[in-house]
């Protein structure tokens, strides 16, 4: 069974990111799950499974800053800037933990 996907824009330190969001809302001690995408693709890679997760999980699947419809920074960002991007963005939707899946340079990231 899979689940629909929306949209989700959020502006971290002065740059819009793109995800794509599914299932139920985020709980306090719930289970969030965010798909981290690797190099030269985006979230977009990541929709059967984000599909597939939402129908249980909350599930978000990020563009990193660069990439996909997410803005580009004006300087393109190392693995460690990606990463720092990346927690950014959690803390900016007020994740204080999740369930990390990369792909990639995503599990780089993810460690």
Same mark, same amino acid.
């Given at each position: ?36 995408? =690797?190099?030269?693709?985006?979230? /977009? ?9 939402? %129908?249980?999980? &909350?599930?978000? *699947? ?24 990346? =927690?950014?963005?959690?803390?900016? /939707? ?9 792909? %990639?340079?995503? &599990?780089?990231? *993810?460690?």
């Amino acid at each position: 069974m899979t689940a629909a996907l929306r949209s989700q824009w959020t502006t971290v330190s002065g740059l819009r990111m793109f995800a794509r969001a599914g299932g139920p809302p985020p709980q306090a001690n719930g289970t969030v799950v965010v798909l981290v995408h =690797g190099q030269i693709i985006s979230s /977009l890679y990541m929709v059967p499974t984000a599909e597939r997760l939402a %129908s249980q999980f &909350c599930v978000f *699947a990020p563009d990193l800053p660069g990439f996909g419809l997410s803005e580009k920074p004006a300087r393109i960002l190392c693995v460690p800037g990606l990463a720092d991007a990346l =927690g950014a963005w959690m803390d900016t /939707l007020g994740f204080r933990r999740a369930v990390l899946v990369g792909n %990639s340079l995503g &599990c780089q990231i *993810a460690r």
